[in-house]
């Protein structure tokens, strides 16, 4: 589907802003291929973001402001997203969970295979 590991954009003033920044390329991209799965096949497709970060899946469905004033429309934005499509859930998974974390890290791939090879994804993830 779709992967890349790069710099952020602009600096990031908190680990939060910057899961936050790289959490918005992520729905621009799942957008992007939602937008291509219904053209090709008429079908509408849910989106699920995953992340380890609790911080930013307590800012997305809270109505409380995130302190840094830069990152509110940021997280605005998150929101706001959310609200229109209401196909895009926000979820909050452990670390040891995350996919893709064996691409930038040295770590075992074993969860990353078995997905790929049978096309199964088992998470202890926590809805919020």
């Not at 991209?29 to 995953?50: D, N, Q, T």
């Not at 990152?71 to 934005?77: C, E, H, Q």
């Amino acid at each position: 589907v779709g992967w890349r590991s790069n710099k952020i954009r602009r600096i990031a003033r908190s680990t939060l802003a910057a899961e936050t920044l790289a959490f918005i390329d992520g729905i621009d991209m799942a957008l992007y291929f939602k937008s291509m799965i219904k053209e090709a096949f008429g079908v509408e497709a849910p989106i699920l973001c995953l992340t380890d970060n609790n911080s930013l899946v307590d800012s997305t469905y809270s109505t409380k402001m995130v302190s840094e004033k830069r990152l509110r429309i940021d997280s605005s934005y998150i929101q706001q997203l959310i609200h229109s499509e209401k196909s895009i859930q926000v979820v909050w998974v452990a670390s040891h969970n995350q996919l893709a974390d064996c691409l930038t890290k040295d770590m075992n791939q074993t969860s990353l295979d078995n997905v790929l090879l049978h096309n199964r994804l088992k998470l202890d993830a926590r809805k919020s």
